[in-house]
Nanobody
């Protein structure tokens, strides 16, 4: 069974940094893309960043120049380094894995449960 687990959230002061990690476990054969979305109260869910298996990255406007997404050597992990955090970055951050293929030849998209990031002013 495929599981997506996030870690690394928490509370940070304005201008500070946090690193989020995402691990996809299971009998994985390949993952096309991994990324992060965030959802703040009263707002729509928005893309933060994603990265393909070939290392092609895509950033949401709010993340450009401040956040960096990377994939691990095993390509089943995705880390998000967030710098110069601001109160408007406060949200629940969700990791997702797109087009996950298992060795049982199952194929699907999977989401983590989310992790809270809070930035105080």
């Amino acid at each position: 069974q495929v599981q997506v687990v996030e870690s690394g959230g928490g509370l940070v002061q304005s201008g500070g940094s946090l690193a989020l990690s995402c691990v996809v476990s299971g009998n994985i054969y390949s993952i096309y893309s991994m990324g992060w979305y965030r959802h703040a109260p009263g707002q729509q869910r928005e893309l933060v960043a994603d990265i393909t298996s070939n290392g092609v990255t895509n950033y949401g406007d709010s993340a450009k120049g401040r956040f960096t997404i990377t994939r691990g050597n095993m390509r089943h992990t995705a880390d998000l380094q967030m710098n110069d955090l601001q109160p408007e970055d406060t949200a629940v951050y969700y990791c997702y894995a797109q087009n996950v293929v298992t060795r049982e030849m199952e194929n699907g998209d999977h989401w983590g449960r989310g992790i809270q990031v809070t930035v105080s002013s």
